[in-house]
């Protein structure tokens, strides 16, 4: 097999053993041909940080003909996309040959196996918690009677111990032993090798002084060790479910029956994915098309805002296109699927926020960059102190213990706790001030933040359309006709006029407007050409007319409020030396007046949800630290490219999953997540720094044999503690 593999990567664990030949031999089955080049998913178990996601790239794009290897940590997707006669197989093998776990991809699938992990982890927490508790007071007991306490009653209560400690470490211990035996025996090392090793020869050793009436045993160690290890553990596999949240809800979105029209004319129902290019798609009202389409019949108004961010619904024809994501608002229309539910637009932003996410995998977490050296440390640490101590005579029992006490009280519990318990700490300050941290991570690029884009309806602005304008006593007329329509200028223009009548025989004309009866009299609310005038193409604003019989029309105008605080939280921005655009699929006059007002001099209107991903791209190739600010399902692509991004509380379910945060009330929000950010990456680098300065403080002392292996467990959760301590800081004072 030709292929390359990256160098083992070190701080994270390979997963489970990967599966047999016999289910890689399959995946033909779900392999993608278009345009002669062939795409597969996959699902990987196992990886963990951005050294498995090189290593695992580096050895696919070594294949031949193999284009793009794209693996997303977040939920284990692997796309890999090439061209030629390469086996699917050998696509599996490849990965699996590196020591982690690969079948088919499911959203569904994954999904499950990351709470499925999750709830795992969180019982082996709580009965490694219960078995701790135990151990101690059987511990403590023997502690007590230390010189009064006889042999065989010592040796009894140690033995208990061990009988409690030997099902905790081999079902609560699994997850570390797993990972650290497949590292192994593929020939790599990683984080749970040492802690493998720490584990099993404080048990190992304790048994040994249990079975010679030794005065000391360890069992309390390897638990408590165990213990604290797996929080660190659970904290991380949390953060990263939260974190896949986005795709899932988008292909949630996606995964709806259309309604095909067959040759022979009936409609039948079916699965959006089996729709092929020219079926005829029947599209109902109040039905949210998942396939793009060109009208072939009907005219009726969609509401775009889920793919332009457009706040006022657009009058549509024979002819044109409707994208996925468009909502028919009105009468039924029959389009032509100009392609595959995966080839439509709404795909097209799901593969955006895929690669958003894997973008974010490979930023390095300062944990990993302290872990990378953790390893070879741990290991040739405890090795040197064996050696050594056999070379100065000492007999194999004493090294043993020396090299035990060296591998548990340098066990990284303090490492692993030190990024996640901020993250909590962090993540509780801010949502008491009602802001919702979806990714632990984000904190860190938060706090690197320079730019800021911004979307303008829903973010900038309320998002929805009021009356400006003033009027007297034909507002209540006008408002007769509107309570008969869903449009929103009829709502924004029913809001205005209170409770009252419904006109008569009210009849909609889509694209136009009402008609009906008042007080015997004929009125009409809508456009211009409805009322009998030119459209104003300069008209500052959504407006709408009324008229009643032969009198002049009046005109209504609208307008989308910016947010209470938008002046003082861009001014505050940019007092931080943050500069500020705004990117809104908006028209050029909507934009440029709230531009004007904000005195914001970069902007553009009218974009699309790819032009926003690509603007942000080059930021980012020019250096710039993006947050990304946006509510629509045009922003998730921005949201999940983004170096960092925000959603507001009213934004859509796929926004907010895309975001790294979620935040209620006006803009000012920003600044307090900025702020909170800047203090968390503080304290983190505290911790890593205070367990740095705890392991050369330790080492020298248990490499010279001062302490035992109980102690060392006991220092061990004493730094565990600091580093908790430290990061309680976060939840007082101003951030």
């Not at 302490?707 to 565990?720: C, D, E, K, Q, R």
Request: proline content about 4%; charged content about 20%; overall charge neutral.
């Amino acid at each position: 097999m030709n292929s390359t593999t990256a160098p083992p990567a070190l701080g994270c664990p390979s997963g489970l053993a990967p599966p047999s030949d016999d289910l890689s031999g399959d995946l033909s089955a779900f392999v993608r041909v278009k345009n002669e080049q062939k795409t597969l998913s996959l699902s990987v178990r196992g990886a963990k940080c951005g050294g498995c996601l090189s290593k695992i790239e580096s050895a696919l794009r070594g294949l031949p003909g193999v284009k793009q290897a794209r693996l997303n940590l977040s939920n284990g997707k692997l796309l890999v996309s090439w061209t030629g006669d390469l086996p699917p197989a050998q696509i599996a093998h490849t990965v699996s040959s590196l020591g982690y776990g690969v079948s088919a991809h499911s959203e569904d699938e994954s999904s499950k196996a990351a709470k499925s992990e999750e709830r795992a982890l969180l019982i082996s927490m709580g009965i490694a918690a219960f078995a701790l508790a135990n151990i101690m007071l059987l511990s403590v007991s023997v502690w007590g009677g230390h010189g009064e306490m006889g042999d065989q009653t010592r040796v009894a209560l140690h033995g208990i111990s061990g009988l409690i400690t030997l099902p905790v470490l081999l079902f609560s211990g699994r997850h570390f032993f797993k990972s650290a035996f497949t590292a192994l025996r593929h020939g790599h090392a990683n984080m749970d090798v040492p802690i493998s090793l720490a584990l099993t020869l404080a048990f190992g050793v304790s048994v040994w002084e249990t079975a010679t009436a030794g005065a000391h045993a360890y069992f309390d160690a390897s638990v408590m060790l165990l213990f604290f290890l797996l929080t660190g553990r659970f904290l991380d596999a949390r953060l990263r479910r939260q974190a896949h949240a986005a795709a899932h809800g988008l292909a949630a979105l996606q995964n709806r029956s259309v309604n095909r029209l067959t040759r022979d004319g009936r409609i039948e129902p079916v699965r959006a994915d089996r729709i092929k290019q020219g079926d005829t798609v029947i599209l109902a009202a109040g039905e949210r098309t998942v396939i793009d389409l060109k009208i072939s019949n009907g005219t009726g108004e969609i509401d775009e805002s889920m793919v332009t961010g457009e706040s006022l619904p657009r009058t549509i024809g024979i002819g044109e296109t409707l994208y996925a994501g468009s909502l028919n608002l009105d009468t039924p229309l029959r389009g032509t699927a100009l392609g595959e539910a995966a080839d439509s637009l709404l795909s097209d932003i799901g593969r955006m926020l895929e690669a958003g996410e894997q973008k974010r995998a490979r930023y390095r977490q300062i944990a990993d960059k302290a872990v990378t050296l953790y390893v070879p440390f741990v290991h040739t640490t405890a090795a040197l102190a064996f050696l050594a101590w056999i070379f100065l005579g000492a007999g194999v029992h004493t090294a043993i213990i020396i090299a035990v006490s060296t591998l548990i009280i340098t066990c990284p519990c303090a490492l692993a706790l030190a990024a996640p318990v901020v993250q909590v700490v962090a993540a509780g300050r801010l949502f008491k001030r009602g802001t919702f941290l979806r990714s632990g991570d984000a904190l860190e690029r938060f706090a690197e933040i320079d730019h800021v884009v911004l979307d303008k309806t829903g973010t900038l602005t309320l998002g929805t359309p009021q009356l400006v304008s003033e009027h007297g006593s034909e507002l209540s007329v006008a408002g007769q006709l509107a309570r008969a329509s869903r449009h929103p200028l009829s709502r924004a223009l029913v809001a205005a006029a209170g409770p009252g009548p419904l006109a008569a025989d009210v009849q909609e004309h889509p694209g136009l407007g009402l008609e009906g009866q008042i007080n015997g009299a004929r009125c009409r609310l809508g456009s211009a050409e409805w009322v009998g005038l030119e459209a104003d193409p300069n008209t500052d604003g959504p407006v709408l007319w009324f008229v009643m019989t032969d009198a002049d029309p009046i005109q209504l105008r609208f307008e989308d409020r910016l947010q209470s605080d938008a002046e003082t939280a861009i001014a505050r921005l940019r007092a931080r030396g943050i500069s500020v655009e705004i990117l809104s699929g908006d028209g050029h006059r909507a934009v440029e007046k709230i531009a004007d007002t904000l005195g914001i001099e970069a902007w553009q209107a009218k974009v699309s949800p790819q032009d926003k991903a690509d603007r942000l791209k080059r930021l980012d190739e020019e250096g710039k630290k993006v947050l990304m600010v946006g509510d629509g399902l045009n922003d998730a692509g921005a949201l999940a490219i983004a170096h960092a991004s925000l959603a507001p509380g009213g934004a859509m379910d796929v926004s907010q999953a895309a975001s790294d945060a979620v935040y209620a009330g006006g803009l000012s929000a920003i600044e307090h997540v900025l702020n909170v950010s800047t203090r968390a990456k503080s304290v983190m680098l505290q911790n890593f720094g205070l367990a740095a300065a705890y392991n050369l403080i330790a080492v020298p002392i248990a490499v010279t044999g001062h302490v035992t292996p109980l102690i060392a467990a006991i220092a061990m959760s004493a730094s565990s503690l600091i580093v908790t301590l430290n990061a309680l800081r976060l939840s007082g004072g101003e951030p």
